[in-house]
């Protein structure tokens, strides 16, 4: 996209020199449209269980179009609740072992909209380092007293809680790190927060589908399933191919957010097609259960071809360190016919720019031998400028 520049007197001239530095040090960034007969091998996508074209979800949406039209025609308090985002939460809250759901019209807005209505003044926020935007942004917005503490530090998190004067305290963390497919220690930081009073709020955002029996997320894998000092928040648009996001948790918690949640009360509901996609997925995932493991088996083939250790989860990263490095590698990884993820500040941290290799459950074994292939040709020519 060519951006004219600016007059000097014109009030958004300073757009102009912020593009030009962000150019110097390769961090602009662009639109790049794909077209639905795109011939690249994706694995920059977060269709991890290869869901997004199957035909019986294809056929979920379909069938909710239909049924229910384009629009959910409102907020989830007004006209935007149907019988089908009942059945999606009821069904997905059960899947998870949770108590209830509540659908949002997608994960970002599940994320401000549970840590916001469960905060506020008098309240300690407790924060990963490395959590997503979404859940930064949450809690700039909590109007909580927010500490951000290092990646996957329990006794961190321990001392925080311990020295609190707040007489509530939240600690926040994704379950599965969206940037290098790394586990938190969940048992543990559970442990912290049930000694020291506080509440557990876990985003699943790329746990669910992939880790845990049969996909049911990370809490499940290590027993904390249905917890009620849990609440978990999870996306329709990774593992289950579709749009939106959910908040699961006691029931007493949905209840609140329908009071309170600003992101539920006055965002338009998610749309029925996405609805119906999503529970097309999910009861696709649980006929097919071993959908999961092909995952995680093609996240450690994808490992071993860039000659890193196999991730825990779908995510594979290859840092690189400087931007231009890892730029210039998702190009030429483009130029071969694979499309991969390119994460740069402030995505990541400064000297960590990378590449992010997305496994998927339909990948073939002419898929990985592509992949053998190109990265062969390109991470050793990289690595070694």
């Known amino acids: ?38 011939p690249m091998l994706d694995l920059a996508g977060n269709d991890y269980l290869g869901l997004t074209g199957d035909p019986r979800v294809i056929a979920g949406g379909v069938d909710a179009l239909q049924t229910w039209g384009a629009g959910s025609t409102g907020s989830r308090l007004v006209t935007g609740t149907t019988a089908l985002h009942d059945e999606l939460e009821r069904e997905l809250a059960d899947f998870c072992g949770a108590e209830s759901g509540l659908v949002f019209a997608s994960g970002y807005a599940a994320n401000l909209g549970v840590l916001t209505a469960l905060s506020g003044p008098g309240t300690l926020i407790v924060s990963d380092a490395a959590n997503h935007a979404s859940l930064v942004d949450a809690c700039r917005l909590s109007r909580a007293r927010v500490e951000v503490v290092p990646h996957d530090d329990p006794a961190v998190v321990d001392a925080v809680l311990a020295a609190r004067q707040e007489p509530r305290a939240i600690v926040v963390t994704e379950s599965v790190n969206s940037v290098d497919g790394g586990l938190a220690p969940l048992r543990e930081l ?85 609805v119906g996609t999503a529970l097309a997925a999910l009861r696709v995932l649980q006929a097919e259960p071993d959908r999961p493991s092909a995952v995680l088996r093609a996240a450690a083939e994808l490992a071993d071809a860039a000659g890193v250790p196999a991730p825990a989860s779908a995510v594979v990263s290859v840092v690189l360190g400087d931007p231009a490095r890892a730029v210039d590698a998702a190009r030429a990884c483009a130029e071969r016919g694979i499309r991969v993820g390119c994460f740069r500040p402030p995505s990541v941290p400064e000297g960590t720019s990378r590449l992010r290799l997305t496994a998927r459950a339909t990948l073939t074994d002419a898929d990985t031998a592509l992949v053998r292939r190109v990265l062969a040709e390109v991470l050793v020519p990289v690595a070694a400028r």
Do not use: Y
């Open 1 to 38: 996209m060519l951006v004219a520049p600016f007059p000097p007197s014109h009030p958004l001239a300073w757009l102009d020199s912020h593009a030009a530095r962000r150019r110097e040090v390769g961090l602009r960034r662009e639109l790049r449209p794909r077209s639905a007969a795109d």
């Open 190 to 274: 559970h442990a912290v927060c049930r000694e020291r009073g506080a509440l557990l709020v876990v985003d699943e955002a790329h746990g669910l589908g992939v880790v845990g029996p049969g996909g049911r997320g990370l809490l499940a894998q290590v027993g904390l399933a249905g917890s009620d000092d849990v609440v978990v928040t999870v996306t329709l648009s990774k593992a289950l191919g579709s749009q939106g996001g959910a908040v699961l948790g006691p029931a007493a918690v949905a209840a609140h957010l329908v009071d309170t949640a600003r992101t539920f009360i006055f965002d338009t509901g998610l749309a029925p097609a996405s």
